[in-house]
């Protein structure tokens, strides 16, 4: 349990609203927080849905017309970024004071709008790292600009925040991932009801994905895996489950749908693409494996919920993936574009239930050792103060 200090209150602005991991941090660690002085304000674009779900777990929240860099070849939105650069800061000034903010908090080191703002209302500012998204030598320059800028840096786990670049003389906060072990767990009822919704037979080996439908989650490799192992006789079945995203839905089309058509995988199904439906909890109880072959991730929360819900995990060496997987002890680590590679562990895992058991229990231990709501919390919190007791001192 977190000790009960000075009240304080922090402007959380996050401009992407498609980050649904990192909302899921905010909204877990929220209650946590405001128990020991911890007001969050949430700075969000305009989106009911996002505004409900917030306020549903009792954040206060305030819509703004923040803009953001975008990807290639998106270049009228980072046009209309550029000419309203300034004007963004000011707005985003007055929403600090409106609030009375005592910190501000930045998630994505390279949404600068917000930082600024920070810095002109001579207010403390703890910027967020939560992906390894951006190419490495962006990440680099940027790392060493926050690191000079930044009163304090949140990272999304202590490899990201190794691995990132540039950040090696920021004063760093590595959180863990907030998972209710309570929640997340083996069940039994779970598993049958979630099989019969992916219509999978109690002999088959599921290979599952959950996520959302992005080129980031690189769903296109398991397509690909379940193609070289589409001969063998291994009970095999693969359900790739998630959520569209509309800016990304050309790629899923291309590198995910298409293939499984072209491939005649759909068929007995062998590889369904499955809209979530049930709770997580639910639906990862229904995987035999896990898989993450994502291209760039944070602290990968549905990897710790897999976790903590006893699978053996099969995860890509991105981002802070490592935080949650030791090779050979709970799964294996591989690289996001080796077919191969992730078609050899499959073919072995699914082939050794035995191994498979060990490897899910050996998940569950480290799960209740090294996550938790709670924790995840208290780190939090401690980048947050850590700026205002710097000052003070000072």
């Given amino acids: 349990m977190m000790s009960r200090e000075a009240p304080i ?40 849905a996002i505004r409900a779900r917030f306020e549903a777990a009792g954040c206060d929240v305030v819509e703004a017309p923040l803009r953001r860099l975008r990807r290639p070849p998106n270049w009228t939105a980072n046009w209309r970024y550029a000419l309203n650069f300034r004007s963004g800061i000011v707005r985003l000034c007055q929403i600090y004071k409106t609030i009375g903010a005592d910190v501000v908090e930045v998630a994505g080191l390279h949404h600068l709008q917000p930082a600024f703002a920070a810095k002109r209302a001579g207010l403390p500012l703890v910027w967020a790292a939560h992906s390894t998204a951006i190419p490495q030598p962006l990440r680099t320059m940027t790392g060493f600009f926050v690191s000079a800028y930044a009163d304090a840096l949140l990272c999304s786990g202590a490899t990201l925040a190794r691995r990132h670049g540039g950040l090696s003389k920021a004063k760093t906060v590595s959180f863990r991932a907030p998972i209710d072990v309570s929640e997340f767990k083996p069940m039994a009822a779970d598993r049958a009801y979630a099989r019969a919704s992916m219509n999978v037979g109690d002999q088959d080996c599921v290979v599952g994905a959950l996520g959302s439908f992005g080129w980031q989650k690189n769903h296109g490799l398991l397509v690909q895996v379940a193609k070289s192992l589409s001969g063998k006789n291994l009970n095999l079945k693969f359900r790739i489950c998630g959520n569209a995203v509309d800016a990304d839905a050309s790629y899923f089309e291309r590198s995910v749908l298409d293939p499984i058509n072209s491939y005649g995988l759909a068929r007995n199904g062998y590889v369904e693409v499955i809209p979530q439906t049930l709770p997580p909890s639910s639906l990862l109880n229904g ?44 799964g294996y680590l591989l690289n996001c ?34 996550l938790g709501i709670n924790c995840s919390a208290q780190d939090h919190e401690r980048a947050y103060r850590l700026p205002i007791c710097s000052n003070m001192k000072n």
């Avoid at 992407?16 to 941090?25: I, K």
């Avoid at 991105?318 to 050979?328: A, K, Q, R, S």
């Fill in 9 to 48: 209150r922090v402007a959380t602005v996050i401009a992407a609203p498609h980050w649904g991991g990192l909302q899921t941090v905010v909204v877990r660690t929220e209650a946590a927080l405001r128990a020991n002085g911890v007001a969050r304000t949430v700075v969000i674009p305009p989106n009911p």
């Fill in 287 to 330: 995987f035999d494996i896990f898989a993450l072959p994502s291209r760039a991730e944070g602290l990968s929360l549905v990897t710790g919920e897999a976790a903590a819900t006893g699978l053996p995990l099969l995860g890509a060496d991105v981002g802070g993936v490592p935080d949650l997987i030791e090779p050979g002890v709970n």
């Fill in 337 to 370: 574009d080796d077919v191969a590679a992730w078609a050899a562990r499959i073919e072995e895992l699914a082939a050794d239930p035995e191994r498979r058991k060990k490897l899910g229990a050996a998940s569950r231990e480290r799960a209740l050792k090294t």
